[in-house]
């Protein structure tokens, strides 16, 4: 019931395609869903997160979709660019209390340029 | 570099060792947290701190794993009797506690264990 699960495993995409990964949850009591980025030999890097009273998010070039019925979101990256490649990262956690998140499996995104 | 800094990079140990990383948060930051992140996969949490206090520790932190926090500033996370399981990257982050907490990662201490 803790899991979240992310797919696709791996994504390859066009220089100013559309990016899409997704992720699934079971705990309904998960209340934030933030998405990190994360370079090789680095930390992942928060990059865009959202709360379930609102269904989407958009800062830049980046979108969170959010289903609560489904328990599902997903990261749209618009205009996709070579320095997008990288490992995107979904996770969950509840608001309340420490930040104990949950993480999916991650996506490795390739950018062609 | 005003970022979570981590100590060492790397390290390469021999099964049966002690291992200790540091951590380095965010200086105004009262929360730090330490994750294990194993090859292809997503991090996992193992315990945090509030301030000097280690509030949680998660069911993967066995008993050869202790973290401290002395006055609440650096952390250090100490590894007895390595096995070759826990070959892995840990990250610290650290954050301010609040209703819009955000977590800041650092770069990670890279274990092998052979």
């Known amino acids: 019931q803790q899991q979240v699960k992310q797919s696709p495993q791996s994504l390859i995409v066009q220089k100013g395609g559309i990016s899409i990964i997704n992720c699934a949850y079971e705990n309904t009591a998960f209340d934030y869903f933030p998405w990190y980025q994360q370079f090789p030999g680095k930390g992942p890097a928060l990059l865009i997160a959202i709360r379930p009273d609102v269904s989407e998010k958009k800062e830049g070039r980046f979108t969170i979709s959010f289903n609560k019925s489904a328990k599902q979101f997903s990261l749209h990256i618009m205009d996709s660019q070579p320095g997008d490649s990288a490992t995107y990262f979904c996770a969950a956690s509840i608001i309340q209390g420490a930040q104990k998140l949950v993480f999916g499996q991650g996506t490795r995104l390739t950018i062609n340029p | 570099d005003t970022g979570v800094s981590q100590n060492p990079r790397h390290k390469i140990t021999k099964r049966g060792q002690n291992v200790t990383f540091r951590c380095d948060p965010i200086s105004e930051h009262n929360r730090l947290y330490w994750y294990r992140q194993t090859l292809g996969q997503g991090p996992e949490f193992l315990t945090y701190?509030?301030?000097?206090?280690?509030?949680?520790k998660s069911r993967l932190l066995s008993d050869r794993f202790s973290a401290e926090r002395p006055k609440g500033s650096f952390s250090t996370l100490e590894i007895q009797r390595t096995e070759q399981g826990d070959s892995a990257m840990y990250l610290c982050?650290?954050?301010?506690?609040?209703?819009?907490?955000?977590?800041?990662f650092g770069s990670g201490t890279q274990l092998s264990v052979l």
């Open positions: 701190f509030q301030n000097e206090a280690q509030l949680e």
């Open positions: 982050a650290s954050s301010l506690s609040g209703a819009r907490e955000k977590l800041f």
